[in-house]
């Protein structure tokens, strides 16, 4: 805001008295409190679950399977038939919920779908060996939930669903723990996927289909496709041949964040392109003299990192001026 106010004070478009008092509305403004409610009632919703769970697992002998599956279906049940109830028709727009609750219901109701789901195959062996079924399935359904009741949360949770009926655990913590990336057919389905992925958020993006989803769809493109092609760089031979696929990855992200104004984009695209950068940086001195390649090191490092610093901080302050 301050930089938008020097901007118009320096350009005479407004006085310096006008300027002082619009700074000091804007520093004295209400502080809002809005997503600070929204994280203590998601976690409400995981900690509900949770805590079930919990109860579930400790008391299983003495409440029973039968009984668990029907209060984990019908809790499940109730919390989908409230959201078809009280929740708009569906719109290729953005649609708003009704009233605050709603999105946690469906959350909580998508959780114990979840919870009932993976209880019926851990206890029955619905699918039996067909491990695929159990997870695209679910997943397929929460595609459905997602864009029935315009929610990113639940869209999150079906691309993972997605990622794993694909064969790969895409989670934070077992991304790179679980995951051998030293086979080919695995890096070439994270590339698939995040090729697929890339593509139906500019699908959204061009037709205008829940065209906010795009940013979702195109997060998790950048991020495995990036990571895929890291692990095909560190698992075979000319790495810098696969390394080179980060180029048009990185390059997207990068016109993604100056079409949208996003930093966030932005940056990732930056920390992915440093990474090959510097790849291909160390390959080269490889050839050289120990003694001079870690000098040489050492002044790259510290200069890659002063001008990507300025570089980032001047692209924040260019996308937050206005």
Known sequence: MRYTLNYLLNSG??????????????????????????LVLYLGVTLLSGGLGTIIYKNIDSIGHITIVTLIGLLSLSALLYCYKKAPLFSVEKTEAPNPWLDYILLLGVTSFLTFEGY??????????????????????????????DHLGVL???????ASWMGIAFTPKELMAANDFSELSLVSTGLSLSALLAVTGYFHSQKN??????FTYYNFALHLGAIATWGATVSFDYGWVWMALLIPIVGLGYLYSMKENS????????????????????QVLV???????????????????????????????????L
Request: net charge positive; proline share 2%; hydrophobic share 50%.
């Open 13 to 38: 478009f407004i006085k310096k008295e006008d300027s002082e008092k619009l700074n000091t509305a804007h520093l004295n403004k209400p502080f809002s409190i809005y997503w600070h409610v929204r």
């Open 120 to 149: 019926l195959q851990y206890q029955y062996d619905i699918f039996g060996t067909r491990y695929g079924l159990a997870t695209i399935i679910p997943a397929l359904f929460l595609f459905y939930l997602s864009y029935r009741f």
């Open 156 to 162: 999150t949770m079906a691309i993972t669903l997605f």
């Open 209 to 214: 289909i829940k065209a906010h989803f795009t």
């Open 263 to 282: 930093f966030y984009f932005l940056l990732i695209s930056a920390i992915y392109g440093y990474i090959g950068v510097s790849y291909w940086f160390v």
């Open 287 to 321: 050839l050289t003299d120990e003694l001079f390649m870690m000098y040489l090191l050492f002044f790259y490092f510290i200069v890659s990192a002063v001008f990507g610093l300025r570089f980032l901080r001047k692209a924040h302050k260019k996308m937050t001026a």
